[in-house]
């Protein structure tokens, strides 16, 4: 098992090279000028030396090496700093943001929070809520519980949140008034009214995003279900005499789950990509909406930055998923 | 149809077809000349209920979007200003927007884009994936180099990258083929681009499965070449993940276009599509709320219909549940 963790790990080193070679030729071809806000006024000189100032002037392949190393040598350096107070990174150069020339990093340190909150709420609200909802429609297949659950994650999978995002402020904001459509994100809980506050932000968010997550993972989970609900040791464990709460909730679940456990693990990132439109129909000051911001000024460094922390997130949770099935099932083994 | 017929191998679909307690008798079941799979498929299909109904919604759709037009002679860019933001009435049963323009003629223009997208999309993801598959399940060599580029691909932030594309490519390709003409081939291109991976992976291994099975075998013993196996022997046989993944794959390039539209990164303003509409609609929220309803209506129905339709086929195509 730590072979094949080790493996995979030494895997995704050159993928995750080969990925953002891909978006930084990508962004290569991009026809924007940072320079074209600059007034007209400023010498064509000086407008070179604020182009070499961004680090513009070298050609391609020295920038993107000047980007690894800022990215994974600099970087870490800098969150060790600020962790250990230590001295490692200074005089270094960081990747610095076209829009607002402060490190990228900070930035998205800055806004990794609210994203967490918004984001990670509605996963774990929605895998609360899919697991029973998928044990209950396996167990009691085909009654009208299960085509209710069916046709829930029917709609689940149907409707995107720039509609369901949008439909919720128009009924619970606009006509009822009872929620605010706006996240707010420099509010902060100190007392019960404010926490009584942030839940009222929180609720339409999450409530979008859970009802995703929600059809996709209790279908999953009715699928296992069924999958292990035939099998042999069923019968036998019921043979027995073993309670039916005992069969199903023990038995059966602890493997249905090996599946599940390695779907969760997989939609992490694709919560997190998903989560861009949501943020913007909410207006939080998310991830999502800082890249978002930063094509829409054609803030190169932060794209790439951004895109390639999304690509991490992808191959980690993939290996993680990968690591948690084979520690999961002791019928597959890797080695 | 004919010639597939005769090339999909019906093993497993026999006894299936004999134990059907139809209403055939048994002199009927004499006469009537042996049914072939897509007329199992068809009846399958037809007992699923929800897949029948989204199949005729997703139809009947289509059929609006595409020969509306030509009943609702309002033209989707005539702006009288003087009939804006009314609401719905019979000489404009979706109301009129800001500008007095009639809502339900551009519904119609929006869904003839969306589903235009969709489709096309549908089509180069499916043509991409299929060839990726096929040839990574057929020749051995090429198949650690392909299904490698594939992983790669599904490591890839896709929406952040669809979103860069959008940014990068929208001038030049407006300029070459004039601002309608050069989105609408971005879009597909950005989309089947960035979804082919899943059809490519269920077809490779469908065709791993299909190459080691004796009719291969005895068609290469008769001397049939690479290409005419892969066309009359392979492809028949890996049409039915192929047809699934064709109806999901409208689903996701449906909302993923519309998605783009509704970041303002998708087709310019004065030229409506669903997302587009949807995007214009939230400007107005406070004002006029029903106007957000039509788009994402048309959205989620379109979406919810090709899903179940989808459902549907996997269940009729599946010679295991087939019968039951």
């Known amino acids: ?335 | 149809m004919t010639d597939k017929d005769r090339l999909v191998p019906d093993e497993g679909l026999a006894p299936a077809s004999t134990a059907l307690p139809g209403g055939a008798g048994p002199l009927e079941e004499f006469t009537k000349p042996p049914s072939s799979q897509w007329r199992e498929v068809w009846d399958q299909f037809k007992n699923h209920k929800g897949a029948l109904y989204g199949g005729i919604l997703f139809l009947v759709i289509v059929l609006w979007v595409y020969l509306g037009p030509f009943l609702w002679t309002i033209d989707a860019t005539h702006i009288d200003i003087r009939a804006r933001n009314q609401g719905p009435s019979l000489t404009h049963p979706f109301g009129t927007d800001q500008l007095g323009r009639d809502t339900f003629a551009r519904m119609m223009a929006g869904g003839k884009t969306s589903v235009s997208v969709g489709i096309t999309a549908m089509l180069l993801a499916l043509g991409l994936g299929s060839f990726v598959g096929v040839m990574a399940g057929y020749f051995r060599r090429l198949d650690g180099l392909l299904m490698r580029l594939t992983d790669l691909f599904l490591a890839l932030p896709l929406l952040p990258l669809l979103l860069v594309m959008m940014l990068l490519f929208r001038d030049p390709l407006n300029a070459a083929f004039g601002p309608e003409r050069g989105i609408f081939i971005l879009i597909v291109a950005a989309i089947g681009v960035t979804s082919w991976m899943p059809t490519a992976r269920i077809v490779r291994g469908d065709v791993l499965a299909i190459k080691e099975r004796e009719f291969i075998l005895a068609a290469r013993s008769i001397g049939t070449t690479n290409a005419k196996m892969i066309l009359r022997h392979i492809l028949p046989n890996v049409l039915s993940p192929i047809m699934v993944s064709a109806t999901l794959g409208i689903a996701t390039a449906i909302i993923t276009e519309s998605a783009l539209s509704f970041l303002g990164l998708g087709f310019p303003p004065d030229f409506p599509t669903w997302g587009r509409l949807l995007f214009d609609a939230t400007d107005y929220l406070q004002q006029y709320p029903e106007r957000v309803l039509w788009p994402g209506l048309a959205i989620s129905l379109t979406v919810l219909s090709v899903n179940y339709l989808g459902d549907g086929l996997r269940d009729a195509l599946d010679p295991r549940i087939r019968g039951r």
């Open chain 1, 1 to 335: 098992m730590l072979t094949f963790t080790i493996r995979r790990l030494v895997l995704a080193v050159p993928t995750l090279l080969f990925i953002s070679l891909v978006i930084f030729l990508l962004l290569e071809l991009a026809p924007g000028d940072p320079m074209a806000q600059v007034p007209l006024t400023v010498p064509p000189d000086v407008k070179e030396k604020m182009r070499e100032a961004l680090g513009l002037g070298q050609p391609g392949y020295i920038r993107f090496w000047k980007w690894l190393v800022q990215f994974f040598w600099i970087e870490p350096q800098v969150l060790i700093d600020a962790i250990f107070g230590s001295s490692f990174s200074e005089g270094d150069l960081r990747v610095i943001s076209w829009q607002t020339r402060s490190p990228v990093m900070d930035i998205v340190v800055q806004r990794i929070p609210q994203t967490l909150w918004v984001v990670g709420t509605a996963y774990i609200v929605g895998i609360l809520i899919a697991l029973p909802i998928g044990i209950y429609s396996a167990y009691k297949q085909y009654s009208w519980f299960d085509q209710a659950g069916t046709f829930v994650s029917m709609i689940g999978f149907s409707v995107p949140p720039f509609f369901s995002g949008v439909l919720v402020i128009v009924i619970f904001s606009v006509n009822l008034g009872w929620f605010p459509s706006i996240y707010d994100t420099t509010h902060k809980v100190v007392d019960w009214d404010s926490f009584v506050y942030q839940l009222q932000q929180m609720i339409m968010p999450v409530t979008v995003l859970a009802l995703q997550i929600t059809a996709q993972i209790s279908r999953f989970m009715r699928a296992s279900m069924l999958d292990n609900l035939n099998q042999d040791y069923v019968r036998t464990a019921r043979a027995k005499g073993l309670g039916e709460t005992t069969v199903v909730m023990v038995h059966v679940l602890r493997n249905s789950m090996i599946p599940v456990v390695t779907v969760i693990a997989l939609g992490v990132p694709a919560i997190f990509g998903g989560a861009i439109i949501t943020e913007q129909v909410f207006k939080v000051n998310g991830i999502g909406q800082l890249l978002i911001g930063a094509i829409q000024a054609n803030d190169l460094p932060m794209v790439q930055t951004l895109t390639f922390i999304f690509a991490v997130l992808i191959v980690l949770f993939n290996l993680i998923a990968d690591v948690l099935y084979g520690l999961l099932d002791p019928r597959i083994r890797y080695d």
